[in-house]
Structure formats: structure tokens, C-alpha cells
């Protein structure tokens, strides 16, 4: 059989993601679709609206084959190691190709993107460094050293969001020489961060932001999304009595700051350059999560840096812990999160060929990543009742979802 | 001046306590009555009812002429070291006597039996370890070897709450040679845990739970206290929208034990003996507070040794934290949290001859016990919503309360 592997958030899963499914089976003529997802908290460092394991089944019935799970210390990072983490999660379960969403849909420009980047690397850091100097963030001062390389044309422009995670995963492929093709689908929506709903195909950004203005799930919303995500919303609603948010967090997180030396602020992954004295102080005067990001905020530090980094201190993730991932060749396993009969097929056959033991539950395993996850789901149901809190944690423990298809 | 120190709680301050003060008066004879207080944690290992500044108005309206902070390292420990941080306080504004509550009201049975009890410590020690070895907790171990002692005698029993602390007020002023007179008064009501109010003067075991119970003031728990206290209960409500009990830090420590690895747990101070295991492994079940300390609870572990211990993981104060109370000779600085006139006068006089800063705000003095007080502060205010926290904790960087009485 062959497989073709999406990276993906689906927070929440919705009918842009099927249409991507479709095209990605298209392109890519695999018999098996597997995606990578990032577990409880996302790149943009925050948490999913609803869990893990409510987020599989929808994606199950409308195509994908195989749900694998980003680790944690991979999922809450800047474009390349998160790129790096699912990139290596595929490659370990054995897909020829991968397919992502991009701009321009053409991916002969990320190829040769790259290529002129291999070439000029050392005027790109060089650049880079200039710019970083001058107290900008990181994603602005990648930009301008881009541009320096001729790589901010109208088809290929890497300021753009999607277009940097597609390059990313290119980087990955390539710099490993591993086996899998890239493809990729033109986006079929105007945009990442679209903030609101004109049809049946939305953004994720937009969707969310109404599930969450409107506490309830709207007309307008219930046309962009498949019936069993719908079910999962609901579902996880009636269970958990919320969904996620980081103002939920707030007094938790506000908390831990509180009750930590500055020292010991400066152990936690991501918290660098002083950041530790500028949180702690802006922690004083914050009354909402989002007041707190807010002034923290600077010229150097982008929103989503600051996110991941409360993420990191909510998991108390430190800079010790992220050793395991930075000296690693590969991913230490592979997490199944959920399958179809096809994709329980697939698996059959290719696991005895795996390199890296395949992963259903924390159960009986004590891979440091592994207690890494476990304190990030604990992190992200600290906010539920008790009883809500050790329900939902034990489909930690259980097998993978199986879906008839 | 002459003055005589009492050694307290004040949770909350009730007619008791009012009894005592002029009870210890007429015994000392003294011209300045200093009380040393326990901040917004107490000795049993329990968030104060009300905070500090709250539970100081009603003892200066009462007899109290300067109520002082028993800082927090030494306020949640077992009785010895209690007694050494408070008598410590107390000496160095001078007092010329201290004056505690006991079933015999006698002191020269304390005094015979430090007597005893020093000359027959090795005895002491050998019978403790002995029984400490058979698994009994600190506080039974400890009975059988004061019996051993022939410490157990109607007049003078070690086995009871007030008599232990008693004689440790007595070891701690007796075994520094400290130029204090140690005075006794019989107690007026029946008992420490006496749990239900029969009169004006009741235990403040029974008054917070009234309290607790009925979630406002009865007429019952009215009779109990001065005006003073029922005027700062009811303050402290509307501004803090909450009075405090452990129940409500469940979310908040349950959390934080559940995203801690059981190393970083035994570096807490307290947890001892594997603890961090036993810890770990029930807060998978617990659904509340009081189910967890049951749940943590052992024949070799009191509940009050282990709500100290979850006290010490609230405010995340480690075992690297203490080494500064166990080395020192006495305390770091003296915290004034309010004073009277004839207080103030007392300490004018007094303060040019005293070894240690006189403190009245966490402000502007970085002394690492004053950060462990800030980081207890937080951790007690943490429960609040944002804007009622940060009004509380503007407390702790103003001037002390002066009464003029």
C-alpha cells in the first residue's frame, strides 16, 4: 500500500479539511491517508477546543486512514522543529509522499526555493543576525533575509504563514534526503487567519472565533464542519462543560508565575533573554490572559512566541526537557490516535519494518517524551471539574479509535 | 516599657483571645503587649480564614499594642520549630516575658520538665527512634518517649496540643538562655478542637467551622467575637468575594502536583520518605482536598504534617528554601503588621537597639525569606479574581495599621 501524509491542527476539523483530504488522495493517487496532529496544544501555543481524541473521528470518516500525534515538545514550536517532528513521524511509518497547503500551489517553487536557500545560507543567517540585532522579532527578520535571497516573489512569497510551513517541511524532506515526495494543493479559502464565515468552506480562525463568541454552535458555523464534528463539539461539551480556551487557564497560569523565582523562570522552555523579569513583572498588573500577552508583547516578540511560552510554563516544560528532542535523529515512537480498517491494514503490514516502537496509550510506557505528554494533558484538563478532569484523561490509557470504513 | 509576648493565630480572633490578653497582662505586668503571628498560613498547614492585615484590627483593639509576622518558613512547621521562630521574634524587640495558654496553667511544671527532659534527652531520642521505626508517626513516637520520660502525668501531659507547644516555647527560651520569663495561664474554654460554640467564649476549631458551614455570621458566632472581627470577616467578603479554606486551592494544587515529576516533587520541602510517590499516585483519584489527604494519609503521617506538606507545594517552597531558617541563629528581620500608640512608643525607643531590620512592607527589602513571604502572599490570594488579588496583595507594600487608642 502506499501512503500519503497531511500535517494538521484540525481545531476544529471542518469541510476545508475534507476538501484537502480529497485533493491531497488525488495528487498523491496514495491507498492511505495518514495524518500527523498536534495533540492538546497547538503550534500557535494554545490549547485545542476540544481534546485529542475528539478531534480523530471526524477526520476518520472523511478519508483519513491513520491519526498519528505530534509529541508535545515537537507541535509547540517555531515552523522548522515542528516541521522536523511530523516530517519524522511519517517518514517512520513509511509515507512516499507528503501533501500541504500552500499559496500558489506549485510545488516546483518550493524546490527551487530551496535550493537558492542552500546555496545562499550563509548571506540568509548573516541577514538574519543583522536584523535580529536591531531588537525585530524573529519572523520579521526572517523575512527581510528571504527577500535579501529573491525568496519574497508573488509565487513564492515566504512572509506568508502557510507558505513558511510548506518551506519547512521541504527543509525537513530534503536536508534528510529521505524518501517521501513532497506535494502540494492550492488553498482553497482566502486565508490562514480569515476572521469570519462566508460559506460552507472557512478557516479554522474563524469558526472558533464564533464557536467561542457565541457559545453555542450557530447555523453559520454548523454549514462549514461534517456532522460527526459537530457530534464531537457537542459531545465534548455534555462531557468536559467547556471547551478550551486560554482565558480559562488564566488563574492557573497566573498562579504559577506567581509562586515562581525568576530563576526558576528561566529554566522553562522558550523563556529567554530576560523574559523571565518581563513576565513576572507584567504579572502583576494582568487581568486576562490576553492583557498579560498583550504586555509582554514587544517589537521582538510576536504573540504566538509569547503563547508558546506560557504553554510551556502551564507544562512546566523546561529547557532540560527539550534536550531529549534537540540530540534526536528521529522521533523516539509513534503515537496512534486513531485508524480505519484500511489504515489498521496498512499498519499490520508495516509495522514490523518500524524503527521506533508505534505507541497506542501512556499506559505501560516510560519514554520520557511520553511523561511529557501525559503532563500536557494533565495540564489541559486542569481547568474541568474533578470528576470530568479523570474521565477525559483516561483516553490516555485506552486503545486507539477504530473506525469501520 | 516593659513588655510581654503571646504567640498566636488570631484565625479568627475571637473572646478567647481577648480573655487571654488581659489575662496575660495582669500576669506579666506589662506596660507593652506583643503578639507574634502567624501570616496567611498557619501552623496545622491551612490557608488563614481571612488574611493578615484583616485578622490585625480586632487584637489592637483589644489589648495588643504590636502584632509582628511569625515569618512563614518558621509558621508552617511542626511545633519546635515554630516555637524557635517565634520566640526568636519576640526577643529581639525585647520582650521580658512570654506568656502562652496551658491545661495546668502552672509553669513550673513546664520548667521541671525541660528539666527532666534534658537530662534525660538521650532517653527521649532512643525511645523515639524506636517507635518512628515501628512506622507511628512524629507525634504518637514522640508521646510514648515523653512517657518513658514520666513526662505524662495529670499536671504536666505531653500528650496534649497546647502542652506540647507550650514546651517548646519553654526549650526554645530556656535552651538559647534567652532573658525571658516564660509565664502560663490556664485556658478558659475545654479544649484546641473543641468543635461546637456553647457560650461567648468558644474555640476558633468551632467558629470556623459555624462559619464555614453557614457561609455567613450567626447569631451563635456573633456572640464569640469582638465588633472588630465581625466587622473585618465581613469586610474581607465584599472586597475578597471569598473567606479562604484548602478546598477551594484544590483545582489550583491539584494541578500543579499533576504537571510536577515526582523529583521536582521531593524537592519540595517536606516531602520525605518517598512521599512524592504516594503524592503522585492519589492525586489520580482524588475529587477533593480533604479526599486527597485522605487518600495521602498513613499511620506514619498525621494530617496536619500532611496539609503543611501541600501548604509547602502551594507555594513552592523547597527544601533548598529552608536551609536559610536552618542555619540561621535567629531570625532575618522583624515584620510589623500594626501597632497602637503605646506601641509605637515602644518600638521607637526599642529600635536602635535591635540586631535585626525592622520591617513593615515587602517593598523595598530583598531579604530571600521576605521572597518566600511575597510568593506565600500570591499563593494565598490566588483563588481571587484578578482585580480583587492585586487589591489584597497592595497590602503587603503599605505602611503597618496604626491604632490610636
Partial sequence: MNACGLIVEYNPFHNGHVHHIQEAKKTSGADCMIAVMSGDFLQRGEPAIIDKFHRVPAALQSGIDIVLELPYPYAVQSSDLFAKGSVQTLHEVGVSSICFGSESGDISHFITSYEIFKEKEAIYRKTLKTH????????????????????????????????????????????????????????????????????????????????FKERTITEQVLKTMPDETIKQLKDYMNTAETWHMWEKYFQIIHYRVMTMTTQELAEVHGVDEGL??????????????????????????????????????????????????????????????????????????????????????????????????????????????????????????????IFND
Fill in 132 to 211: 535580529l540585532a536591531k531588537g525585530i522579532s524573529f519572523p520579521e527578520a526572517s523575512k527581510y533575509a528571504y527577500r535579501q535571497l529573491g525568496l519574497s516573489t508573488p509565487e513564492m512569497d515566504l512572509a506568508k504563514p502557510n507558505n513558511i510551513l510548506g518551506f519547512s517541511y521541504i527543509k525537513a524532506i530534503l536536508e534528510k534526503k529521505l524518501p517521501i515526495q513532497p506535494l502540494t494543493i492550492q488553498r482553497t479559502n482566502s486565508g490562514y487567519h480569515q476572521q469570519t464565515i462566508t460559506g460552507s468552506i472557512a478557516s479554522a480562525t474563524s469558526i472558533r472565533k464564533q464557536l
Fill in 276 to 401: 523571565e523579569y518581563r513576565i513576572k513583572k507584567t504579572a502583576k498588573k494582568a487581568i486576562s490572559f490576553n492583557d498579560w500577552v498583550g504586555r509582554v508583547k514587544t517589537k521582538r516578540y510576536t504573540w504566538t512566541r509569547i503563547q508558546r511560552i506560557f504553554v510551556h510554563i502551564l507544562t512546566n516544560t523546561k529547557k532540560s526537557d527539550m534536550k531529549m528532542v534537540e540530540s534526536a535523529s528521529t522521533v523516539p515512537y509513534v503515537r496512534l490516535l486513531g485508524m480505519t480498517k484500511t489504515g489498521q491494514a496498512y499498519l499490520n503490514n508495516r509495522k514490523k519494518n518500524m524503527d521506533v516502537p508505534l505507541v497506542s496509550s501512556l499506559g505501560r510506557n516510560n519514554s520520557p517524551m511520553l511523561q511529557l505528554e501525559e503532563k500536557a494533558a494533565n495540564a489541559y484538563y486542569s481547568i474541568l471539574s474533578p470528576r470530568n478532569r479523570q474521565q477525559l484523561f483516561m483516553q490516555e490509557l485506552q486503545a486507539p479509535i
